[in-house]
């Protein structure tokens, strides 16, 4: 009982610690850019030891993936079997503005650091750790079409790959503007008019 106890405590300070790397992150991020977003600034930032951060995180691209990906997840009752082509469209597009209201909640200064060319945490070539978005989408596309409720005009992997570029671009303008758009609607509308193409 008295190890549970210690357990749930040992885990609790591990998040209080993790969560505290983050925010340093954040700040430095906010403050200075991505080219000062060192681990040697973090620690600093965050008052912990470079082994308390690489107990936590491999490296700081590994940090702002940890943030990004471990979104909330979408209700699983949106990922239900479509019964046709409308249903699983709009499901694909609630995944996307579910991780578009994250990315805001993250902010600005935050999603730019992590969607930069030197971050080969996004290169899906060499890493397959944690799902993206796209992970759960393309399961989902999966399942609908083995269901025969709707099929692709293209193959899967191209599928993907154009909604994953889709979306990248919709998350490099938001930044560029400085979230001065509709970052929703943009995302609905693009993914929208792409979806009518590629799913019957």
């Known amino acids: 009982m008295n190890e549970k106890v210690k357990l749930s405590k040992q885990q609790q300070k ?25 681990i040697k600034n973090i ?9 308390s951060f690489y107990h936590h995180f491999k490296t700081k691209d590994d940090l702002l993936s940890y943030y990004i990906e471990e979104q909330p997840s979408i209700n699983p009752d949106v990922l239900e079997l479509p019964a046709n082509a409308a249903e699983a469209k709009e499901a694909i597009i609630r995944v996307y503005l579910n991780y578009v209201q994250y990315c805001e909640e993250l902010g600005v200064e935050f999603i730019a650091g992590y969607y930069d060319t030197k971050n080969q945490a996004l290169n899906v070539a060499i890493r397959t750790e944690r799902p993206y978005p796209i992970v759960t989408v393309q399961n989902y596309v999966e399942k609908a079409m083995a269901a ?18 889709i979306v990248i671009g ?31």
């Open 43 to 51: 620690c600093e930032e965050a008052g912990v030891s470079n082994g």
């Open 148 to 165: 025969g409720s709707i099929q692709l005009t293209e193959r899967l992997e191209e599928f993907t790959t154009d909604i994953r570029m």
């Open 170 to 200: 919709n998350v490099f303008e938001w930044c560029l503007r400085n979230g001065e758009i509709d970052f929703e609607g943009n995302m609905r509308r693009s993914l929208g008019r792409y979806l009518d193409s590629a799913i019957l």
């Open 14 to 38: 591990s998040r209080a610690t993790r969560e505290k790397i983050f925010q340093a992150a954040k700040s430095i991020l906010k403050k200075k850019g991505y080219e000062e977003l060192s």
